[in-house]
């Protein structure tokens, strides 16, 4: 189920059941991204904030 909003607002669950990795591997990803200030955390939610720097990383 894909829980994404008008804002980019992802679920992490969702992202590690779509790259079929584990929720920890996700969460050790997505903390490496928030310090490069790609994404924003809060709890579990996910905020894409430099959709150009994101759109890079899908390309490598």
């Known amino acids: 189920?894909?829980?994404?909003?008008?804002?980019?607002?992802?679920?992490?669950?969702?992202?590690?059941?779509?790259?079929?990795?584990?929720?920890e591997s996700?969460?050790?990803?997505?903390?490496e991204f928030e310090k490069e200030r790609i994404i924003g955390l809060k709890k579990k939610d996910i905020e894409i904030k430099d959709w150009k720097k994101s759109a890079g990383i899908v390309k490598k």
């Open 1 to 23: 189920m894909n829980r994404q909003n008008a804002s980019g607002v992802f679920i992490q669950k969702d992202i590690s059941d779509f790259a079929a990795i584990s929720t």
């Open 26 to 31: 996700t969460i050790k990803f997505l903390k």
